[in-house]
Nanobody, 124 residues
Framework: QVQLVESGGGLVQPGESLRLSCGAS????????VAWYRRAPGKQRELVAR???????NYADSAKGRFTISRDDTQNTVYLQMNNLKPEDTAVYYC??????????????????WGQGTQVTVSQ
């Protein structure tokens, strides 16, 4: 099976930084659009940052100036650098991507592939 796996979450104090990683497991040939979402306790899932295949990026207003999404297409890996973290950033962070999967004989595009998430907690 093809999967996305997030890592890098943890418990930090306000003002500190974390870098999340999202790596592909399975026969992913390439990644197209990629994004990071988060779901805070008692709130709906929201888009944090996204990057197109060409590298164009978009950020939620709450993330602008603090978060940076980047990608390594040679490794099919996506990153989210989070600086100056705040308590309101506490959430489970999810990676999402449109990918091209190699099933052996054929290749197929899969849109909206999700990882299982990684917990980020910001508190004293």
């Amino acid at each position: 099976q093809v999967q996305l796996v997030e890592s890098g979450g943890g418990l930090v104090q306000p003002g500190e930084s974390l870098r999340l990683s999202c790596g592909a497991s399975g026969k992913i040939v390439s990644m197209y659009a990629v994004a990071w979402y988060r779901r805070a306790p008692g709130k709906q899932r929201e888009l944090v940052a996204r990057s197109t295949r060409t590298g164009a990026t978009n950020y939620a207003d709450s993330a602008k100036g603090r978060f940076t999404i980047s990608r390594d297409d040679t490794q099919n890996t996506v990153y989210l650098q989070m600086n100056n973290l705040k308590p309101e950033d506490t959430a489970v962070y999810y990676c999402n991507a449109d990918v091209l999967v190699d099933y052996g004989l054929l290749k197929e595009e899969v849109d909206g592939l999700w990882g299982q998430g990684t917990q980020v907690t910001v508190s004293q």
